[in-house]
């Protein structure tokens, strides 16, 4: 079945970096977009970032162009976070997502989401 | 800016009929949108519900359904159970890089 798992998150200081990661298995990862989506605590879910099939075309939310970059590694069937300049606004849950079949445009399957603090 | 609206609390008596809506902050909310629907326990990964406006995600009762209601999309629950009582998030896709999501709705079942 589709497993995606995240790791990476942690504590990082006002102005540090992250470098999140996105273990997938159960399916054929250059066939389907991905996503990253996250929660601030209590808050509702924001959309961050998506990857298209081979990695060739990627698209970001304004809040964090020229912060955040998404990635994959299809030798590794991961997908990647790379987050630079972090403000305590990034404090959040972070989940990799799965994006359904071309043309439907949603979210077909969820992680169970990566906790970054940005903190002093 | 486009916000899309939800309802931020609803009740609904167990075994009753509740309707939640997506609205947009400006203009209808139509099939080109895709709206798709998710559902999230506290504390857990969100769980896809509804996409392309009403067809149900793989292993969701029918009791959840999907449609156009007016200028919104709506998610319809019947029959409503205890296990219901979480948040519900729709989202509306505008483009590759345009993707909204509403505010979620808290629901009570009692």
């Known amino acids: 079945q589709v497993q995606l798992v995240e790791s990476g998150g942690g504590v990082v200081q006002p102005g540090g970096s992250l470098r999140l990661s996105c273990a997938t298995s159960?399916?054929?990862?250059?066939?389907?977009?991905m996503h990253w989506v996250r929660q601030a605590p209590g808050r509702g879910l924001e959309w961050l970032a998506l990857i298209l099939y081979d990695g060739s075309d990627k698209y970001r939310a304004n809040s964090v162009k020229g912060r955040f970059t998404i990635s994959r590694d299809i030798s590794q069937n991961t997908l990647h976070l790379q987050m630079n300049s972090l403000t305590t606004e990034d404090t959040a849950v972070y989940y990799c997502?799965?994006?359904?079949?071309?043309?439907?445009?949603?979210?077909?399957?969820w992680g169970q989401g990566t906790l970054v603090t940005v903190s002093s | 800016q486009t916000v899309v609206t939800q309802e931020p609390a609803l009740s609904v008596s167990p075994g009753g009929t509740v309707t939640l809506t997506c609205g947009l902050s400006s203009g209808s909310v139509s099939t080109s949108y895709f709206p798709s629907w998710y559902q999230q326990i506290p504390g857990q990964a969100p769980r896809t519900l509804i996409y392309t406006t009403n067809t149900r995600s793989s292993g969701v009762p029918d009791r959840f359904s999907g449609s156009i209601l007016g200028n919104k999309a709506a998610l319809t629950i019947t029959g409503a159970q205890a296990d219901d009582e979480c948040d519900y998030y729709c989202v509306l896709f505008k483009s590759e890089d345009t993707w909204l999501f509403g505010g979620g709705t808290k629901l009570t079942v009692l």
């Open positions: 997502a799965r994006g359904g079949k071309p043309g439907t445009h949603y979210i077909d399957s």
């Open positions: 159960g399916f054929s990862f250059t066939s389907c977009a």
